[in-house]
């Protein structure tokens, strides 16, 4: 059973720093990943999809790379704002099989 | 653009009520999915559907049903509400199982 982890569980950072948020996962045979924001009491918004032939994806100040082998990926958010606040999650797909979430990483930037 | 749209957003059930969580897309995506969020536990997945008239358990499915009549919607019944259905539901969409995924602003069901 895939099983997904996200280190570390929050996170508080002065504004502008760059941080790195940690995502593994057990099983290697992934088809993609996918890393996703939530504000609270709203929705998820997808931020960044790899495929597994891929080795990161880049988008603004946001950029995810995979390790597959290894069974990792990290996502790396350059020159934080208090507006990147949010719990941060990702999430493997196996083949056409749903979604496997890990349980998120909760970032506070200070102003 | 409309994405993926729940109804309602929020619901107060009584032990023992049914409802039906509504969820619709238009973006004539595939697979569609529900996963209820508790807190501090991560999305678990409770059924999903590759396409209309097709649908499968997911981690949670007990006291939960589903059916998919057509490509757009996929909605989610709840026949018995109990206290452990106290959650935040959340209807996704894709095109296929490998590509990205669309959520929902999700229902927030509380069950007393």
């Known amino acids: 059973k895939q099983e997904v982890t996200q280190i570390p569980a929050a996170l508080s950072v002065p504004e502008g720093e760059n941080l790195v948020l940690n995502c593994s996962f057990t099983?290697?045979?992934?088809?993609?990943l996918q890393w996703f924001r939530q504000d609270p009491g709203k929705g998820l918004t997808s931020l960044l999809l790899i495929q597994s032939s891929q080795r990161e994806q880049t988008s603004g100040r946001l950029n995810a790379s995979l390790d597959k082998s290894s069974g990792r990926s990290t996502l790396y958010i350059a020159a934080s704002q208090p507006g990147d606040s949010a719990t941060y999650l990702c999430a493997v797909s196996k083949g056409n099989t749903p979604l496997v979430f890990g349980k998120g990483t909760r970032l506070s930037v200070i102003a | 653009n409309a994405g993926v749209t729940q109804t309602p957003k929020f619901r107060i059930l009584k032990i023992g009520q049914s409802m039906t969580l509504q969820c619709t897309q238009d973006m004539n995506h595939n697979y569609m999915y529900w996963y209820r969020q508790d807190p501090g536990m991560g999305l678990k997945l409770i059924y999903y559907s590759v396409g209309a008239g097709i649908t499968d358990k997911g981690e949670v499915p007990n006291g939960y049903n589903v059916s998919r009549s057509t490509t757009e919607d996929f909605p989610l019944r709840l026949e018995l509400a109990a206290p452990s259905q106290t959650s935040v539901y959340f209807c996704a969409s894709s095109y296929e199982g490998n590509t990205e995924a669309f959520f929902g602003q999700g229902t927030r069901l509380t069950v007393v």
């Open positions: 099983d290697s045979a992934i088809y993609n």
